[in-house]
């Protein structure tokens, strides 16, 4: 695999991540201004659900553009 391949990915991932993460933090803000007490189990899966799917979109959109 070479430089740039491996540049994408943890490009992928890293972004995935962090919009996972800012999903999550707005999803727990969320329940705690209605009055629900923080459940760690769907923050983490707020996180990596919508990360990953974050991931998996930009994945798909550079090989889109890629072919162009």
């Known amino acids: 695999m070479n ?5 994408i990915i943890k490009s992928e ?9 800012v999903y999550a933090i707005l999803m727990a803000g969320f329940d ?4 629900e007490e923080f459940k760690i189990w769907k923050f ?3 996180l ?10 930009t994945r798909y959109n550079l090989k889109k553009q890629s072919k162009k």
Request: hydrophobic fraction near 50%; charged fraction near 10%.
């Open 3 to 7: 430089s740039k391949n491996k540049s």
């Open 13 to 21: 991932l890293i972004g995935g991540l962090i919009a996972g993460l």
């Open 32 to 35: 705690y201004s209605e009055g």
């Open 44 to 46: 983490l899966f707020n």
């Open 48 to 57: 990596f659900f919508f990360g990953g799917f974050m991931a998996f979109m």
